[in-house]
């Protein structure tokens, strides 16, 4: 099944968001598969957001995810990418639907919480670059009261 690299940014951890976060994950039926509590320099976050590179906004974006610990996640589901993008809500909190974590849970598009993969292949790499010990395998025995 899918995978999609899910990430808790700082202002998230700090702001006690993980245990809801994970659960909103978990309630929609998602497997988790990797999980763990870190802190990146630069170097890392900057690889992270290679493709942001040139934005004005790239240096602030590098500061902000290195200012403190993060939870980077691998979530597994049927179209988890998509689904998970829906969960997080637009990348703007000003334009995020209530209901989304971005629409509940913040202000400013610089500290919007929560990072999701954009697409399978983004997916793939981000995980290769976050989990490149592996995630683990496991199978939810709930997965027949989830997909028919
Ligand atoms: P997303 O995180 O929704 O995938 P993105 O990949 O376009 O959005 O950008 C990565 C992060 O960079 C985003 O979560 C917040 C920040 N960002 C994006 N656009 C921005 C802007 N115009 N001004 C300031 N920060 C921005
Ligand atoms: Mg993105």
Redesign the pocket.
Same mark, same amino acid.
Request: net charge neutral; no cysteine.
């Given at each position: 099944m899918e995978q999609t690299f899910i990430m808790i940014k700082p202002d998230g951890v700090q702001r006690g968001l993980v245990g809801e976060i994970i659960s909103r994950f978990e309630k929609k039926g998602f497997s988790l598969r990797g999980l763990k509590l870190i802190s990146v320099d630069s170097a890392f976050a900057e690889k992270h957001?290679a493709d942001?590179s040139a934005?004005p906004?790239f240096n602030?974006?590098v500061e902000y995810i290195i200012s403190g610990p993060v939870v980077a996640m691998v979530w597994d589901g049927k179209n988890v990418v998509k689904i998970g993008r829906t969960i %997080?809500g637009?990348?703007?909190p000003a334009d995020s639907a209530p209901g989304t974590i971005r629409g509940d849970f913040a202000v400013d %598009? !610089?500290r919007?919480v929560i990072? !999701?993969s954009?697409s399978v292949e983004s997916a793939r790499k981000e995980i290769a670059l976050w989990f490149p010990e592996g995630v683990t395998e496991w199978q939810s025995s709930l997965r027949p009261w989830i997909y028919e």
């Open positions: 957001y942001l934005k906004f602030g974006l %997080i637009a990348t703007n %598009i !610089g919007n990072h !999701g954009d």
